[in-house]
């Protein structure tokens, strides 16, 4: 089985900054695409950023210019750099991994719990 686990989150004033990170572990040959998706109440979830092994990435365009994704493939790490942030940005963030459990076992998607990201004004 393959956990997905966020941190980061918290509570922040407009025009701060937080880093969130999302680590897999157990049962994890390989990763491929990883991605930031956010919701906030009565909301959709919708992509934040995504990043490729390769380390191509992918940013919504309210968040370009603001949030940098990035990964570390050797310690199976993503993390999300989000600065100015702004009270739109509440949500609660979650981690999203293609992973491969074995060399020939295929991609299987997963998600993590969710960490609160809370912007006042």
């Known amino acids: 089985q393959v956990q997905l686990v966020e941190s980061g989150g918290g509570l922040v004033q407009a025009g701060g900054s937080l880093r969130l990170s999302c680590a897999a572990s157990?049962?994890?040959?390989?990763?491929?695409?990883m991605g930031w998706y956010r919701q906030a109440p009565g909301n959709q979830r919708e992509l934040v950023a995504s990043i490729t092994r390769g380390a191509r990435t992918n940013y919504a365009d309210s968040v370009s210019g603001r949030f940098t994704i990035s990964r570390d493939n050797a310690k199976n790490t993503m993390y999300l750099q989000m600065n100015n942030l702004k009270p739109r940005n509440t949500a609660v963030y979650y981690c999203?991994?293609?992973?491969?459990?074995?060399?020939?076992?295929?991609?299987?998607?997963?998600w993590g719990q969710g960490t609160q990201v809370t912007v006042s004004s």
């Open positions: 157990g049962s994890v040959f390989s990763i491929n695409t």
């Open positions: 999203s991994a293609q992973v491969a459990a074995t060399w020939n076992s295929g991609w299987s998607d997963y």
